[in-house]
């Protein structure tokens, strides 16, 4: 997985289900996600200003969302990046293993679901920049 690309990850509008009081958008395992979904986690509390992430990860698949509120998720593949701003609970953006992400700019209140294809496993991780060019092949 040391050959993925910020291209490999794509932003995902969801099912929206809509009446007068409201949404619901579900999402149904295999059927809308290249993973099988192991593990639910959020995000949320984030002091103003705070960034989280700034890791890698060796096999996970992940989508992450913005359940509420809005903040932005920087990707890097050690060539290219790019940052997607997520402000919608409609919209995914799926992040495939090997590539670099910070989240940033987290708005007042926000929370961020992550649906992942595996459980909890630090050795998955790559938590320093210098070991994931290495990984990548990449020079420092
Ligand atoms: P980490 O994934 O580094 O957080 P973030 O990318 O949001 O900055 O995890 C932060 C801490 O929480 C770390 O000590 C590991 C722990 N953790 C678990 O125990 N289980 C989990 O599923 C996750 C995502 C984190």
């Not at 289900?17 to 290249?34: E, F, P, Q, S």
């Not at 509390?45 to 060796?58: C, F, M, N, V, Y």
């Not at 920087?74 to 293993?97: A, E, S």
Request: net charge neutral; proline share 4%; with cysteine.
């Amino acid at each position: 997985m040391n050959k993925t690309s910020i291209n490999d990850c794509v932003i995902l509008p969801l099912t929206k289900i809509h009446n007068r009081a409201g949404n619901i958008t579900v999402i149904d395992g295999k059927k809308h996600l290249l993973f099988d979904i192991k593990r639910v986690y959020y995000l949320y509390d984030i002091p103003g200003g705070e960034g989280r992430g700034g890791h890698a990860h060796k096999a996970l698949f992940q989508l992450i969302i913005a359940a509420s509120g809005a903040f932005d998720v920087l990707l890097d593949d050690g060539q290219n990046k790019k940052i997607v701003t997520l402000n919608r609970p409609d919209v995914g953006l799926m992040v495939v293993p090997g590539i670099w992400r910070e989240l940033l700019e987290f708005s007042s209140g926000a929370i961020c679901l992550v649906l992942a294809s595996t459980v909890y496993f630090e050795n998955d991780y790559i938590r320093k920049y210098e070991d994931y060019m290495n990984y990548k092949n990449l020079p420092v």
